[in-house]
């Protein structure tokens, strides 16, 4: 990994140069969106919509790089919590397949995979965690041995990309209980998910992802990219998404399917939310998260949807008479 003078070389070239790069990616973009044809949109509102105003975060983006090298990732870009704009343009540079369609969304494809993997998950069995986790079909034991060897398989992938994407950002909204997450990625598409599925951080709360907060963020590496090797202890298939509740981290291999990351932070926390705010507390005082979607009525009335996935909740929450709260995951 890069030492500290060159991680701050590295830093302050990137930081010179993000003008000029902003620059080429605004005219790009803008020209890309001209293309699609977004009906209803004028130039002042594509930019306004896809904000490219960085770079006001130099010294914590010098802290990001410094702690990514602290996990052995030394590449040629960085990309960090990169506006809706940049992460279009990547996609559409680098990504094969990637287009914006008419509504102005952008379309993507994920490989084979186009839907989770679940048969595919693996929990970590550690000493910490064993007694927590409900073991069994849905969560199948992992040895740290071959968490690690998956883990090392994901950094290597990484390590030779010229360019990855990192994101930080809550998984929840309140303070006491969200959990700071930070996702590592190969893909502007993984990326452009990510910042739409986490609650970003305001400037001040961007210090919780400093190596000195007291909290660890939980780490995703998405090396989905590359398939894990089937002969690792514990895999069935070219395909592995496992979790360490110990080393708070997760590691994506064999699948480019985005959700994978929105279920894992989901996984996470439904482990960590019920032993909150003290394990000690009867369960009436901690918290529960649902696998449920919820609506509002006019006068306060709140209904809640539970069911597995594909079962409705996000097709009966959906009342056009009653405000959403969320449709899934809560």
């Known amino acids: 990994s890069l030492d500290v003078g060159r991680a701050l070389a590295q830093a302050r070239r990137c930081g010179a140069s993000i003008s000029a790069r ?9 020209q890309q969106l001209k293309h699609a044809e977004l009906k209803g949109w004028s130039a002042d509102e594509v930019k306004s919509l896809l904000s490219m105003e960085i770079g006001s975060r130099g010294v914590h983006e010098r802290e990001i790089l410094s702690q990514v090298n602290e996990l052995e990732l030394n590449v040629d870009e960085l990309y960090y ?20 369609v008419d509504s102005g969304a952008l379309a993507v494809k994920s490989g084979k995979k186009t839907g ?15 007694d927590d986790v409900w073991w069994g079909k849905v ?3 992992l040895e740290d041995k071959s968490f690690l060897t998956n883990r090392e398989r994901a950094v290597d992938y990484l390590n030779t990309r010229r360019r990855l994407y990192v994101v930080d950002g809550f998984g929840g909204w309140d303070p006491a209980y969200r959990v ?21 951080p305001t400037d001040a709360e961007l210090s919780e992802f400093d190596s000195s907060a007291k909290r660890k963020p939980f780490v995703i590496f998405n090396a989905g990219v590359f398939p894990c090797n089937r002969q690792t202890p514990g895999m069935t298939s070219s395909t592995s998404i496992s979790v360490s509740f110990k080393r708070q981290e997760m590691v994506i291999l064999g699948t480019q399917y985005a959700g994978e990351m929105k ?4 996984t996470v926390m439904n482990y960590m939310m019920p032993l909150m705010p003290k394990r000690d507390l009867p369960p009436a005082e901690r918290a529960l998260p649902l696998h449920a979607s919820a609506n509002i009525g006019k006068d306060n009335d709140v209904s809640i949807f539970f069911g597995l996935s594909g079962t409705g909740k ?4 959906a009342d056009p008479k009653r405000d959403l709260i969320g449709d899934d995951e809560h």
């Open 180 to 200: 700071p997450v930070r996702v590592i990625t190969s893909r502007a598409y993984h990326a452009l998910f990510m910042t739409n599925m986490l609650v970003p």
């Open 22 to 30: 902003n620059e080429k990616v605004k005219a790009s973009l803008m």
């Open 81 to 100: 919590n990169s506006p809706a704009g940049v992460l279009y343009d990547q996609a559409l540079r680098y990504e094969e397949g990637s287009a914006i």
């Open 139 to 141: 969560n199948v034991k």
């Open 314 to 317: 996000t097709t009966l929450s």
């Open 116 to 130: 989770r993997s679940p048969l595919d998950k693996r929990i970590v069995f550690e000493e910490s965690s064993a």
């Open 263 to 266: 279920k894992g932070v989901f």
